[in-house]
């Protein structure tokens, strides 16, 4: 029995909006009608082109570069669909950005996510719908529900099929110490052995690889991490796999293609010989090489979004 809206109604931005189609797709529902743009002097403009008036509305929107313009428009949104008497709002945010401010790294810093997740609740967000967040304690920022859900399974199914058969010439290696866990549970679904890089940050993107954990040599490698950003990291790891660990060949996976600054050129001169990503954050252009493999998560959010609309439990999807 559903005790929310009359309908459902999928509502995108404009940071990802074939992401947003596909997800209306799935659940074979025409996207909404809503149009972003912005006035002279920079500001956000937000219209709603149809009725929300008790509708249980989802806003597909991505928080990632230009992370405010993106930021803005979904607080706008939200704030529209309220005002226009919505049932209820859930964000489906599958890349949340500011997740790596999530403390007081040194004196005086702001906590942005914390900051970012008071901005979301107050606009008229019930409910939160995101994946892979950079820290999972980001989930107790909110005074919301938050639904949270996990990359790895989708990469992990991928990879399988790959190397079925073959398992003990792979081994899955996390890039830090901080990633061993996903790692862990990664190889677990993979079937594959696991090792561990030990790197030091001296500053902000900023990585060195001080040795690995683990025995990689003759074996082919991948790689897993949460996010890319400028693929300091990723790259270095890479080369250390190569060159320290007399590893054969490096594959890499992450649920986030962040890409900034120098990471395509990083990645194009890199040893990496595939880069699978999940599509939270659109890599389009100059920034898809011929090296990159790109999984839709348009499934995943659409089976997520029946199950808060129909009132079942998300938590089946993790097992």
């Known amino acids: 029995m559903n005790l929310h809206g009359k309908d459902i109604k999928i509502f995108s931005g404009s940071a990802n ?40 509305c989802f806003i597909v929107q991505s928080t990632c570069a230009p992370v405010n313009d993106h930021l803005m428009e979904i607080l706008l949104l939200a704030d529209a669909m309220r005002r226009a008497s919505a049932a209820s709002i ?7 950005g500011y997740a790596r401010q999530d403390r007081k790294a040194r004196a005086r810093d702001p906590i942005s996510a914390k900051l970012v ?47 079925r058969g073959r398992e003990e010439e792979f081994v899955v290696v996390s890039p830090d110490l901080g990633s061993v866990t996903r790692s862990r549970n990664f190889a677990e679904r993979v079937g594959c052995s696991m090792a561990i890089i030990d790197k030091r940050r ?21 790689l897993v991490d949460d996010m890319i950003d400028t693929a300091g990291t990723l790259c270095n790891a890479a080369a250390a796999c190569m060159e320290k660990g007399g590893a054969t060949e490096v594959y890499a996976c992450a649920t986030h293609g962040v890409l900034s600054g120098p990471a395509v050129e990083r990645i194009r001169e890199s040893c990496i010989r595939e880069l699978l990503l999940l599509d939270t954050i659109p890599v389009t252009g100059e920034k898809l ?21 129909e009132d079942k439990p998300v938590s089946p999807m993790f097992l």
Do not use: W
């Open 117 to 163: 997740a008071n901005l979301l609740s107050v606009s008229g967000i019930d409910r939160m719908l995101t994946m892979d967040l950079h820290a999972p304690q980001i989930q107790g920022f909110f005074d919301i529900p938050v639904d949270h859900l996990l990359g790895a399974p989708l990469l992990a199914s991928f990879l399988r099929e790959r190397v």
């Open 289 to 309: 090489l011929p090296n990159f493999s790109i999984l839709s998560t348009a499934p995943l959010f659409a089976q997520a979004i029946d199950r808060i609309y």
């Open 90 to 96: 859930t964000a489906v945010i599958p890349y949340y």
């Open 17 to 56: 909006p074939e992401l947003a189609r596909q997800i209306a797709e799935e659940l074979g529902l025409p996207l909404g009608k809503c149009g972003v743009s912005a006035f002279s002097d920079g500001e956000t403009s937000v219209s709603l082109g149809e009725s929300v008036r008790g509708s249980d």
């Open 202 to 222: 001296p500053r902000p993107n900023v990585s060195e690889v001080m040795g690995i954990i683990g025995d990689i040599r003759g074996k082919k490698v991948i």
